[in-house]
């Protein structure tokens, strides 16, 4: 069972929560079971599409900021305090 899939049938299974009959108490923990599986597949879902989006397509990620240089990028100045 895909991601998707998942995400679809879990929101069938809370929409038909309140209709099943279910003891109340049973059917709170069913709600918060449902929603934390909501989250957690839904957290992963972004991560994908996330690391996806920034994959160079050869292993490297596209948002590293390491710059190596030989040349001084900043200057030292000195300031006269008074």
Same mark, same amino acid.
């Given at each position: ?11 069938? !299974? ?45 292993? $490297? ?12 990028? !900043?200057?030292?100045? $000195?300031?006269?305090?008074?």
């Amino acid at each position: 069972m895909t991601k998707e899939t998942l995400v679809f049938f879990s929101g069938i !299974f809370l929409t038909l929560i309140p209709f099943l009959g279910l003891p109340e108490v049973w059917r709170q923990y069913a709600v918060a079971v449902v929603g934390v599986i909501l989250i957690i597949v839904g957290y992963v879902l972004r991560r994908v599409v996330y690391l996806t989006g920034i994959d160079k397509g050869n292993g $490297e990620r596209g948002t590293d900021s390491f710059v190596e240089t030989t040349q001084p990028l !900043f200057e030292e100045q $000195e300031h006269d305090l008074k």
